[in-house]
């Protein structure tokens, strides 16, 4: 597994990591067993980062890495959480105070006392315009609470106004075959200012996995089913904002263009990670067996990719743009 700088904090992450929300929920049922499996077959595979958050599953994704990682000592892994979303997202939520009882909470749940690096999880465009947000976040890093903080964002404006700040270890941002925009500007100028960009939901909720039809179904508590339209959080969370259907014909097409051997899904991560300015691409796994393959990507060369990279533009731009461009 290749790994990468984390911008300018000493560490390096590896190029494929893990994102861990099925570990918490939305995604159905994963058992606490299954869960250790998949970040033990993940380090196993090379993976050197966790992507967490406070509110998945209310700590419990924090709480089984924390527990995981304590039994496995000397682990290499780097633990990216979230926080921002125990309260309304609203901008006199983001206070220095709540920052520190977040923080103090992520703390204990992942069994450290100074988190690796800690992401607003896509908060107000207000709150990351706002100097008083980083004022806070540097003094959690002055007291030792945090070695070094990021933000997650929605939209490339808000990807934009993070990296212009000098503290910001990296920004987190949908990034896939289905939403291509952060490769206009958000890529080039995370890539000048040496900040870290990882991309998340690079798989759009599982349409890039090859395997859903339109008889497909989710279970009842898995955001799938019940945010398509957002009505929970950010559309663009679920399926990427892509409208089901059409991703799943965009998806037929994208297949017909893969080397041989080599899966959709597995295409689309090495195809993410090969573009400059991508730190990490962090998929989900509930499965040792999608842990694996996941991971197997970052083993694909890059060079093997010319004619689904130029499938990938040419679906996008003949089926996607019109609807995905302006939104994010």
């Not at 679920?238 to 089901?244: A, I, K, L």
Request: contains cysteine; negative net charge; hydrophobic residues 45%.
């Amino acid at each position: 597994m290749h790994q990468r700088p984390l911008a300018a904090t000493g560490r390096s992450v590896s190029a494929i990591g893990l994102g861990t929300w099925q570990l918490g929920a939305d995604w159905g049922d994963v058992s606490e067993a299954d869960a250790l499996d998949v970040l033990a077959t993940s380090v196993e595979a090379g993976v050197t980062l966790f992507d967490t958050a406070d509110v998945y599953g209310d700590g419990r994704s924090e709480t089984l890495i924390g527990r995981f990682l304590a039994e496995h000592p000397g682990h290499g892994v780097t633990v990216a959480t979230k926080m921002g979303r125990r309260l309304p997202q609203e901008t006199g939520n983001y206070t220095a105070e709540n920052f520190r009882a977040w923080t103090d909470r992520s703390r204990r749940n992942l069994r450290v006392d100074t988190l690796d690096l800690v992401q607003l999880h896509c908060p107000p465009s207000a709150v990351i315009d706002a100097d008083e947000t980083y004022d806070a976040l540097d003094a959690l890093v002055a007291d030792g609470v945090i070695a070094a903080y990021g933000v997650s964002v929605e939209t490339c404006a808000q990807a934009l106004s993070a990296i212009l700040r000098p503290g910001v270890t990296n920004v987190q941002i949908i990034f896939n075959p289905f939403r291509l925009k952060p490769l206009d500007e958000v890529l080039p100028a995370a890539a000048a200012a040496g900040v870290a960009v990882f991309a998340r939901v690079p798989l759009a909720s599982g349409l890039l996995s090859g395997r859903y039809t339109t008889s497909t179904s989710f279970a009842g508590d898995d955001h799938r089913s019940y945010n398509r339209n957002g009505e929970a959080f950010d559309r663009g969370e679920t399926f990427s904002g892509v409208d089901y259907k059409t991703g799943l014909v965009a998806a037929e097409e994208l297949g017909a263009a893969l080397p041989d051997g080599v899966s959709l899904p597995a295409a689309s991560l090495a195809w993410i990670s090969s573009q400059t300015g991508v730190t990490s691409v962090i998929p989900g796994a509930r499965t040792t067996a999608q842990a694996t393959s996941n991971a197997a990507a970052g083993l694909i060369d890059a060079a093997a990719l010319d004619t689904f990279a130029a499938a990938v533009v040419d679906v996008y731009d003949r089926r996607l743009r019109a609807d995905i461009h302006p939104q994010w």
